[in-house]
């Protein structure tokens, strides 16, 4: 299974699309976290048909700061957890039945 994690710094923009595009197809990863995309779950509904990654979970951003967005392949078994506007935490069952969790998650540069 490949994951890939991704903090964007926002995903308004044709460039930053079609950097993450282009990603998406080199490397065909199974789940994808963004963080930081300054989206809401209304803008970003649209890429998950675009990436092939048709599953996803979105936390809205917060003004212009935050956003997170999971998104996974048919066939990948994710269940969420819990969510906030730092983190999406899930379970992953593989085929076998075995279970990891999975933890994307965005820290905010303070030292504070």
Same mark, same amino acid.
């Given at each position: 299974?490949? /994951? /890939?994690?991704?903090? %964007?710094?926002?995903?308004? #923009?044709? =460039?930053? +699309? =079609?950097? !993450? !595009?282009?990603?998406?197809?080199?490397?065909?990863?199974?789940?994808? *976290?963004?963080?930081?995309?300054?989206?809401? $779950? #209304? =803008?970003?509904?649209?890429?998950?048909?675009?990436?092939?990654?048709? #599953?996803?979970? +979105?936390?809205? $951003?917060?003004?212009?700061?935050?956003?997170?967005?999971? *998104?996974? =392949?048919?066939? +990948?078994? %994710?269940?969420?957890?819990?969510?906030?506007?730092?983190? /999406?935490?899930?379970? /992953? +069952?593989?085929?076998?039945? %075995?279970?990891?969790?999975?933890?994307?998650?965005?820290?905010?540069?303070?030292?504070?």
């Amino acid at each position: 299974m490949k /994951i /890939i994690a991704w903090n %964007f710094r926002g995903l308004g #923009n044709g =460039r930053a +699309v =079609r950097s !993450l !595009l282009k990603m998406q197809k080199a490397e065909e990863p199974d789940i994808l *976290f963004l963080s930081e995309t300054k989206l809401d $779950c #209304n =803008r970003i509904k649209g890429l998950r048909w675009q990436l092939g990654l048709t #599953n996803m979970m +979105v936390k809205d $951003c917060e003004g212009q700061s935050g956003g997170l967005a999971i *998104f996974w =392949r048919t066939g +990948v078994n %994710f269940h969420s957890r819990t969510t906030s506007r730092l983190y /999406i935490d899930g379970d /992953i +069952v593989e085929e076998d039945g %075995f279970i990891w969790r999975l933890t994307g998650f965005y820290g905010e540069p303070r030292t504070d």
